[in-house]
């Protein structure tokens, strides 16, 4: 497709719950990054791939937090044993690369998936 | 501490007026500063990417500024339009080792009404 694309848009789970959430980033796209949004706020960084390597998970909340590029295109991030603190948006971005001479690419947004722990 | 603050928090303005909206950051060191559009319920759209050496730089009726200096930016819109309701993210990025990451603001939301 023309743009990233995530799915499911919105998920609502019961707490202790594990959920996958799936990004189709823009073909070609090397760099692929996930974000949280709570409400109200900005996205706040997650987790970054560059092709199928993760170069940088800091951003992760905790070992229930799991995510994968496995070849280097579509990423799956996952949450264990959900808790309610762990509703937001979850969004995605890819960037054609980034760093270094890239260091000016924009990333493009998905629509994000409305995560809901009940 | 890295931050991006962004003032008003929200904003309310008539159709066809113009508005300034602001963003004070801290984040050292930095790459370049973004501004994007989330409308409600989507992702982020870029609207401009400006480094450190770039003091204006234009998309339409959006036009960013930069202050490396005092650390300031900000976003003026011409002429707006119902679709400019929105949330207007300042984006702050920065390179702590060996590739940027991105420090978003939490935005400011405006209300465009006829």
């Known amino acids: 497709g023309a743009g990233v694309s995530q799915s499911p848009r919105y998920k609502v789970a019961k707490r202790g719950q594990d959920v996958a959430l799936r990004c189709d980033p823009i073909?070609?796209?090397?760099?692929l990054f996930w974000y949280q949004q709570a409400l109200g706020q900005g996205p706040e960084f997650l987790t970054y791939?560059?092709?199928?390597?993760?170069?940088?998970k800091s951003g992760l909340p905790s070992d229930r937090f799991f995510a994968e590029r496995p070849e280097g295109s579509v990423s799956t991030l996952k949450i264990q044993r959900t808790q309610q603190e762990d509703s937001a948006v979850y969004l995605c971005?890819?960037?054609?690369?980034?760093?270094?001479?890239?260091?000016?690419?924009?990333?493009?947004f998905g629509d994000g998936t409305r995560l809901s722990i009940l | 501490k890295n931050q991006v603050e962004q003032s008003p928090q929200s904003l309310i303005i008539l159709e066809g007026k113009n508005c300034t909206l602001q963003?004070?950051?801290?984040?050292?060191?930095?790459?370049?500063l973004r501004w994007y559009k989330q409308d409600t319920g989507r992702g982020p759209v870029s609207l401009t990417i400006?480094?450190?050496?770039?003091n204006t730089k234009s998309n339409g009726r959006y036009t960013a500024t930069l202050d490396a200096d005092t650390k300031q930016s900000s976003l003026h819109i011409t002429a707006s339009q119902l679709s400019d309701s929105a949330s207007y993210i300042c984006?702050?990025?920065?390179?702590?080792?060996?590739?940027?990451?991105?420090?978003f603001g939490a935005g400011t939301r405006l209300a465009v009404h006829p």
């Open positions: 971005a890819s960037s054609l690369a980034w760093g270094g001479e890239y260091t000016n690419q924009p990333q493009h």
């Open positions: 073909s070609g796209h090397v760099s």
């Open positions: 791939f560059q092709n199928e390597a993760q170069l940088d």
């Open positions: 963003c004070n950051y801290t984040v050292s060191p930095f790459s370049n």
């Open positions: 400006m480094t450190f050496s770039e």
């Open positions: 984006v702050v990025s920065w390179r702590p080792g060996g590739y940027n990451k991105l420090i």
